[in-house]
């Protein structure tokens, strides 16, 4: 074992700036991932087949294609196309998209677990489709969503490791880097697991509340 109490003291300053970019990306990317989820998992289940089939494509497309691939193709394809995005964009795209597919996936299973009873109840109310949808339907749904939503947050949040492969200075990048320079591996890396473990461990207590909070009975 090549564990250093002062080399582990020494990198915490860095660590802890590639925590914070960590922490940043996925803040960012579970927001924008949640608003695509949502307007998607409606999508899922739309009466109209274009929407339904776009829906689907996405759903199919980002579920399929392993998250460090898209970021490759983004950061290193695009720009053969002229379109050169900082590695901060592609990052907070390749996460939200990704993201987004399983969410969506997420949505619509809840959705789809409301009784279609109360939807045909709502019509004959004399409300549309939308306005049942967002009165009657999706309030039930999105609390029977929370919790596993708040498991993909938490996948989400160790899944930002890999934008280290685009040079980005997260928490890992941050942790091969001074890996590199004292050539200890140990130290550094004792500092990284910690700290990923501090940031899941509040997620991992908030979705244990949301299960018990929202258990279907």
Known sequence: MDFDLSLFIEALPALLDGALLTFQLTIVSVTLGLITGLFMGIGRVSKRWPIRLFASLYVTIFRGIPLLVTLMFLYYGMPSLGLLLSAW??????????NGAYITEIVRSGIQSIDPGQMRAGRSLGMSYTMAMRRIILPQAIRRVLPPITNESITLLKNTALVSTIS?????????EIMTWKANVFSPFAGVALMYL????????????????????
């Open 89 to 98: 964009t592609v990052s907070i795209i390749a996460l939200t998209v990704t």
């Open 198 to 217: 501090c940031m899941t461990l509040p997620m991992q207590a908030l979705n244990s509340y949301l299960e018990h909070r929202y258990r279907i009975q």
């Open 168 to 176: 980005l200075a997260d928490l890992l990048r941050a942790g091969i």
